[in-house]
């Protein structure tokens, strides 16, 4: 049976509980524990799929399908454990399946109520697959008094009661803000948050506070009093030049130690913490720098590329060189030559997105990267739209597009070269799918098998023939064009097994330019980067020494 660390917030958003939860996550499996990392959402959309990159960020898909919060990619990297469908949920998903329970009649006429069926119902969610691990790791989004977030509180104390005493702990994160005027941490903030706990019937027995300063024993001694913890377990958490310090920096803190001795596990096992060594490591002391252009649309917010940005983060340490990312909106090159602009780097990425808007920018970008021999990585919509720029100019389908940006405008002016999906096999059966289906949840979700072309430069990079990528898209390129694309040189390098769906092209005569349907940005991991990002980055380097 698993033991239970809930994840909880308090004064301000933002404080890295995510980053904290993975982090304890992997130092849980250096000591040779198994773990599972789960993300608890109290807004009301029932998945992040229908939500704006620039509202939430990027929404990370599991193998299963799931679409789901960013933390979960954190958890993976950190962790190596494949995120599932069942470590996710919103209040969204909970009402919604209380509601469809009482539709269904399932509560035989009773009265529905937040205690007990909502918090009944995350509970259940809570148990999924308690036998599989040693450690479950749950973190509650939002902070502690919001609104939304009570009925998740209300169902953790529940859980922690109903289960045998030692089972479940409580780790919190707080803030302590430092007053210049005064030179102080000041630590009543932490004292309320924690209060606001109480007054719901919780209690933390791990503090974790984050501070710009040093936490001075005397206000670590104040915190633990004040807040009813032990004082070894008053974790500071310092700001960080890199989230893969921050195993590191919580073991020396203590972090994993504290949660132990909450659980009464003693002696406690001796960690193992060479893999995030080797990390720091690679990290720390590159040999050398690459600069990155990624062309895209939701280049704003940070978050809206997480992945893309770790993934090329963990190429470099593949080759032991740094990677300056550079995000650059791609309706730029809408009214402007990209020559000028792109020159200056040694690599070039289109990742994902949705409708029409800055993709003419980004196939200038696919056609500088194909005339000038730089090294291109095209994800999802990036290899859609390098396929319309090798349609449009070099096979002379001039007026080659996506059926998405006609269904947009809601008339037609492409010939498609990547249309709308309606239909396709997963596994062993067949999915289908109208125009006029709901937003969420209806793309070609999750992980599906590549066959990849002997001799290609992708089954080089892979070391292998056959793959498993996950995907989140409604459009698929048309093997129509498949033999006019090859005779210019694009190859279709990789296809779904029954060879209808083209999953990877390339460029024969070009140094390194692939353009791929899924996502292996989702895959990678700091001490696995993924062979994609490992490739195209060592191409970069490579590049970078010709000029
Ligand atoms: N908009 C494209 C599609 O739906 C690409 C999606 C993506 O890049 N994730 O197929």
């Known amino acids: 049976m698993a033991r239970y660390i809930f994840i909880t917030g308090g004064v301000v958003s933002s404080l890295g509980k995510g980053l904290a939860s993975a982090a304890l996550g992997a130092l849980l499996q250096a000591r040779g524990y198994t773990v599972r990392l789960r993300k608890l959402d109290p807004y009301l959309n029932v998945d992040p799929g229908t939500m704006s990159p620039f509202e939430h960020g990027e929404v990370f898909v599991t193998d299963d399908g799931a679409e789901t919060d960013l933390d979960l990619g954190h958890y993976e990297r950190f962790t190596g454990v494949a995120a599932r469908r069942t470590d996710s949920v919103s209040s969204g998903r909970i009402y919604s399946t209380v509601l469809e329970k009482e539709r269904r009649g399932d509560y035989l006429g009773k009265t529905i109520q937040v205690i007990p069926h909502v918090t009944n119902e995350i509970k259940d969610f809570l148990s999924i697959g308690e036998d599989e691990v040693d450690f479950m790791l749950c973190e509650i989004g939002g902070t502690v008094g919001d609104i939304e977030g009570l009925p998740f509180f209300e169902a953790i104390r529940q859980f922690t009661h109903e289960r045998p005493r030692g089972q479940c702990i409580l780790m919190h994160l707080t803030l302590l803000p430092y007053l210049a005027a005064s030179g102080e941490l000041k630590t009543k903030p932490t004292q309320h948050s924690v209060k606001e706990l109480q007054s719901i019937g919780l209690a933390p027995d791990v503090l974790v506070c984050r501070s710009e300063h040093p936490i001075p024993e005397r ?201 709308h999906l309606r239909e396709w096999v997963q596994g062993n059966h067949v999915v289908e799918r109208k125009v006029t289906d709901d937003k969420g949840g209806t793309m070609r979700l999750g992980a599906y098998t590549a066959h990849l072309a002997p001799g290609s430069l992708v089954s080089d990079v892979y070391g292998a023939t056959q793959i498993e990528e996950r995907h989140r898209h409604r459009y698929e390129v048309d093997t129509a064009f498949r033999e006019k694309l090859e005779t210019c040189g694009l190859c279709f390098s990789g296809m779904s097994p029954d060879g209808r769906l083209p999953e990877i092209v390339e460029w024969k005569d070009h140094p390194w330019f692939i353009g791929v349907q899924f996502h292996p940005e989702l895959k990678s991991k700091p001490f696995a980067p993924h062979p994609l990002f490992a490739g195209f980055v060592k191409a970069a380097v490579e590049s970078a020494r010709l000029v």
């Not at 909450?262 to 040999?287: C, Q, T, Y």
């Not at 949705?354 to 290899?383: D, Q, S």
Request: proline letters at 5%; hydrophobic letters at 40%.
């Open 219 to 419: 206000e670590r001694e104040k915190i633990a009093l004040f807040c009813n913890v032990r004082k070894e377990a008053v974790i500071a958490a310092y700001d960080l030049k890199s989230i893969y310090q921050a195993p590191l920096a919580y073991h020396k803190e203590g972090l994993d130690q504290a949660v132990l001795d909450a659980f009464g596990i003693s002696p406690a096992p001796k960690p193992n913490l060479s893999r995030w060594h080797d990390v720091m490591d690679r990290l720390e002391h590159p040999e050398g720098e690459v600069k990155v252009a990624v062309v895209g649309k939701y280049t704003q917010l940070e978050d809206a590329y997480k992945s893309i940005a770790e993934a090329l983060t963990h190429g470099g340490m593949a080759n032991r060189v740094r990677v300056r990312a550079e995000w650059v909106s791609s309706e730029l090159f809408e009214r402007e030559d990209p020559a000028p602009y792109l020159e200056d780097f040694d690599a070039i990425l289109v990742p994902g997105g949705f409708g029409e808007r800055g993709t003419e920018g980004m196939i200038a970008a696919a056609k500088f990267a194909r005339e000038h021999n730089v090294p291109y990585l095209g994800i999802c919509l990036g290899m859609q739209l390098a396929v319309i720029e090798a349609s449009r100019n070099v096979a002379k389908v001039e007026d080659a597009g996506s059926e998405e940006f006609d269904h947009e405008a809601g008339r037609k002016r492409f010939t498609p070269v990547v249309y």
